[in-house]
DNA sequence: AATAAGTCGTGATTTTATTCACATTCTTTT
DNA sequence: AAAAGAATGTGAATAAAATCACGACTTATT
């Protein structure tokens, strides 16, 4: 599955659901074609990396013409599979997990949040956002086929999760909690680490003042 | 104050929040020394990585020792400014906005959201998580050096609020929409778009199969 | 005091990602 | 049908980040 296309570059990679995204979105808006320029627009990604990334998959543009909106979106959808959704299970129903219940991911997208866990008894029964909740000690009987985790417990409970997690078969997990948890080589790990991502923001703000404006 | 240490490279300014949090664990644990290969089994960053972003601040450490946590904890605390709290305002208080609220960034952190905004009338008023809630009409009335906005409204939304909060003189959003705002050149945003996360993590499960473990 | 073990700081190298710049090809206009 | 304009795809250049590998120094041990 993966040896035809080995060569796409990380980077590439993490920008082909935006590139999805809003080429659904001309789509949507009935444009028929659109360059890399006007695409750099609405992305914020250079026009010449758009056209870079692109290459890294055969030419999909015409020379003079740009790209064609219907085509570029039907191979967008083929290599993000978007036509086979990949069950998630989401670990801990407080704050930030109801928020997620509540979200639709499946709105533009070929994930389904289909179970939840938590150890507070409160918690279960109820099907937040059409999702039901379980008790985490039964997440073993539940997660048939699960490939992918979110972690939203507290960051105490990460590491002993993801030991579960991985023991039950899945084999990607979006940790939200500030732990950087351990786990085998053939398993994947995005942190999404938000404390860490406001304070880097509030760091480059005050190290790295960007150009004043001439005014307008 | 950029001046002085401007050469620090963004992928080094973006850990340095994650080096204080684990440098302040080891505090708190009473360790008193710490190698730059102890750390990077905690923080998961090649140790060498970890030595040469600690280096462009000097030496920090000693040949042989490693580096003493209290002269790093001191170190990292003034250069993240972790004395001086930075003020953030919230707009949207939705099911993602709500959740942040309840969330104290300030357990390890140098910033605090001083105030939220809805356009719903059922929103105002009430305090969620201590931090109150007003209507956005008042937007300008209220973002009063303000720097930093976490913008959690509804992606239709977004670039009029954006428009607003830089005219009010916000210079750096946390973006969790999925629009790709538009600013000014001195505005700094930051994405933080959690469908492309899961997408991105579902596309390098099926494309870039990590090794499989010989057991153990 | 000498030896061994541990660890930093950094020059050199390698890897990854971005950007430039242009020949080529397609579209549109005259 | 020719000329002008638009936009791709990519070799080459540049930039940024990660990693290797080792000399220099510190600490611990005998
Ligand atoms: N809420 C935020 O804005 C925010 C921001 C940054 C980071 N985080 C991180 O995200 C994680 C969740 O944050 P939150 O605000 O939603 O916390 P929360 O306390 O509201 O939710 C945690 C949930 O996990 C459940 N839980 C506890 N132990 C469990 C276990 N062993 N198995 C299953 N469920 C268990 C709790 O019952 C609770 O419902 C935390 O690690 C937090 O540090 C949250
Ligand atoms: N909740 C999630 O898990 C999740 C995941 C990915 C992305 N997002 C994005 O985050 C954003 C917020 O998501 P949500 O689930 O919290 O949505 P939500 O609808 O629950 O919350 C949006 C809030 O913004 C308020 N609002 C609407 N217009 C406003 C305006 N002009 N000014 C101020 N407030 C206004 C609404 O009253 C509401 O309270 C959306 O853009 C969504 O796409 C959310």
Not at 27 to 46: N, T, Y
Not at 94 to 114: D, Q, R
Not at 138 to 158: F, M, Y
Not at 168 to 179: E, Q
């Amino acid at each position: 599955m993966n040896n035809e296309q080995n060569k796409i570059p990380q980077a590439t990679a993490k920008r082909l659901p935006l590139y999805y995204r809003f080429i659904n979105n001309l789509h949507h808006q009935g444009k028929l074609r659109v360059s890399s320029k006007e695409l750099s627009e609405a992305v914020k990604v250079d026009s010449a990396t758009i056209r870079r990334d692109f290459s890294y998959f055969g030419a999909l543009g015409k020379k003079g013409y740009g790209y064609n909106v219907e085509y570029l979106l039907s191979f967008f959808r083929k290599t993000l599979d978007q036509d086979e959704v990949t069950k998630v299970a989401l670990i801990g129903v407080g704050n930030l997990g109801t928020a997620f219940l509540h979200y639709n991911f499946m709105k533009n997208n070929n994930t389904k949040i289909e179970m939840a866990f938590d150890a507070d008894p409160n918690k279960l029964g109820s099907d937040i956002g059409g999702v039901p909740v379980y008790h985490v000690d039964d997440l073993e009987d539940h997660l048939k086929n699960t490939a992918v985790a979110i972690l939203t417990v507290p960051s105490t409970e990460a590491q002993g999760i993801t030991e579960r997690l991985v023991d039950a078969g899945v084999s990607g997990i979006l940790n939200f909690t500030p732990a950087r948890i351990s786990v085998p080589d053939h398993i994947r790990v995005h942190h999404i680490d938000l404390s860490v991502e406001l304070q880097s923001l509030v760091y480059f703000l005050k190290h790295y003042p960007l150009e004043e404006e001439a005014g307008d």
